[in-house]
Every structure is written in structure tokens, then in C-alpha cells.
């Protein structure tokens, strides 16, 4: 089955052209199905890339899904077009009532920040909270998966020496997870962040699982069975193209940073980069939602009972 989203959401036009089956909601409610509601926290900057990059993974899948994009209540987002954010997403104090079979929630450009220093902080904590009571499964992502052990279980943040940045090999360490279903005994994923959460923070009695790590990058993918959560701290949302973009970026600006590693071919900027992560990706987020099929309540009002 498709994903469902807005007629004239921009994600639609990209993902129609790269093939993935997208549903109009007048065609939905004839189906005798009730889709996988799931919502998506978008912290990141460029709403529309980060939109598309999580849709395309979610609409691979062969279940009937409806995205639901979510914004901070009070928040501007400032990179983001006014008309836009109006047009396609919902505060979250107005969904606040509703229930999701999934949650995602994304990275955000604050990690060099104090959690208690960003602006939205406490209703970060609110929805964090919230989502043990009105989501079935979540899926934390980069800054939101710091966030998420820091809040959580205490786990602090620590700041790199150097930026982690490139395409890194990680080691499944849970082949018996059924996220990690299908996954080779290594993968690449692109990794791009400035501080990192360690294993030797993990409480020894909190029951959380190390699925998979690096050892140049460590922590990648850390399930939480208490709180019926994914903590991933790299992208395998990725497109191919976002750490060449994020490099130019950073350059331009003047920043001292260094060429992605094991990306480029040749380690040569002005090659064209190849997607290795693009498969495994796709298990992941279909492993994660068959996951939710197979254990969510078909009568919503049960969720987080």
C-alpha cells in the first residue's frame, strides 16, 4: 500500500518521479483498512528535503501509511517558508490529543547547545512524554535521540574533538532484533554530528539494547523496550547528495572542516558521491513499521493503555 500525504505537499512531485506509490485520500477511505497513522517531528531546517527523505522510506513499505507532519508550538522555524509550515503542518499542542501508531522525531542544529539552553526545551520534554502515552512505537533521530537517553535516563552529551563526519562501517551486535531483520553483519551510514552519547553512560538496570555501533563513531542504533523506542544517532534517512551539500555549506562559510570521510570517491569534492546506506535504510524503516503493524492496537483509543 502507499503513503498517504497532502495532494500539493512539494515531498509528492519527488517521490511520484522516483516511483513510490502515493495516495490521494478520497482513494484511501474506500480501502476497508485502517492505515498506520504516524507523525513526524521535523526539527531540521530544510522542512521539505527532510520531509521527502522520510516519507521515501516510509511509503516503501507495503502498508497502507498516513503522515502526519508536526511542528514545535511556538516555535518559528526560521528556514522555512511562512505558507508552508501553515499549509502542511500542525502544532503540536493541536495533535497533543490524538494517538499515533508511530512518531518519528528528527535532528536539530542545536547540539552544541545545553539541552536546557534551547528554546523549546520543555516542550520537548512535554512530547517525550507524551509519546509514552498516545504513541504505540517511536523513532528518535540524531539530536532527538540525545535527547531522548538525556531525558530520559540522564545520559549526558559529550563534544567531539573534531566533527564525526563521512560514511562510517557499523557492526550489528543484535542480529535477533527484529529492527535489525535482513541487515548484513556490517553497514554504512552517513554520520554528521558534533557530540556523541557513549556506552559506558547507558545505566547498567535501564534494559536498553546496543543494536549496532562503530568503532571509530560508537553509538548507532539503541533500542529502548521501556519506553517503546528507536534511538538512532547517525542518517540513514540521508540523501546521497546531503554530505556533499553540508560540506559546501560549511566551506563557503569558512568553517575548518574536513572532506566527509570514505565519501567522495577518491576523496575528491567535485566526484559525484555513490549511496551504499540507501538499502539498508529502506530495512530499517520497513523493519520498524512492520514492527508497529504487528503490535499496535487496531482500536486507536488503546494506545498506551
Given amino acids: 500500500m502507499p503513503i498517504m500525504i497532502p495532494d500539493d505537499l512539494p515531498a509528492r512531485r519527488t517521490l511520484e518521479a522516483e516511483g513510490v506509490m502515493v495516495m490521494r485520500e478520497t482513494d484511501a477511505v474506500r480501502q476497508d483498512i485502517r492505515p498506520l497513522r504516524v ?51 500542525r502544532a503540536w499542542a493541536d495533535v497533543r490529543a490524538e494517538r499515533f501508531d508511530g512518531f518519528i522525531v528528527t535532528g536539530a542544529p542545536v547540539e552544541l547547545l545545553p539541552f536546557e539552553q534551547i528554546t523549546y526545551w ?47 562501517r557499523h557492526r550489528v551486535l543484535a542480529p535477533a532484533s527484529p529492527y535489525m531483520r535482513g541487515f548484513s553483519d556490517t553497514f554504512s551510514t552517513p554520520v554528521s554530528r558534533r557530540t556523541e552519547v557513549r556506552r559506558e553512560d547507558i545505566p547498567a538496570a535501564a534494559g536498553l539494547a546496543v543494536l549496532a555501533e562503530s568503532r571509530d563513531t560508537g553509538l548507532c542504533l539503541l533500542d529502548d523496550p521501556s519506553h517503546r523506542t528507536l534511538h538512532m544517532f547517525n542518517h540513514l534517512e540521508y540523501d546521497t547528495t546531503s554530505l556533499a551539500e553540508e560540506y559546501a555549506r560549511d566551506a563557503a562559510a569558512g568553517e575548518a572542516v574536513a572532506i566527509p570521510r570514505d565519501y567522495f570517491p577518491d576523496d575528491d569534492p567535485s566526484q559525484p558521491p555513490a549511496n551504499r546506506w540507501r538499502s539498508h535504510a ?24
Fill in 282 to 305: 529502506h530495512l530499517l524503516f520497513g523493519n520498524w513499521i512492520n514492527e508497529i503493524y504487528q503490535t499496535t492496537p487496531f482500536d486507536m483509543s488503546q494506545i498506551g493503555a
Fill in 122 to 168: 520543555d516542550e520537548m520534554r512535554r512530547i517525550l512524554d507524551w509519546m509514552q502515552t498516545h504513541v504505540h512505537r517511536c523513532l528518535t533521530v540524531c539530536w532527538a535521540a540525545q535527547a531522548a537517553v538525556h531525558h530520559f535516563y540522564g545520559m549526558p552529551k559529550h563534544e567531539l574533538a573534531e566533527k564525526a563526519f563521512g560514511v562510517f
Fill in 39 to 89: 507523525g513526524l517531528l521535523n526539527l531540521m531546517p530544510n522542512k521539505i528535503r527532510t520531509e521527502t527523505q522520510f516519507a521515501r522510506l516510509i511509503g516503501a513499505t507495503p502498508l497502507q501509511v498516513e503522515l502526519t507532519l508536526v511542528r514545535i508550538t511556538d516555535h518559528v522555524a526560521r528556514h522555512a517558508a511562512a505558507d508552508h509550515m501553515a499549509a502542511f503542518y
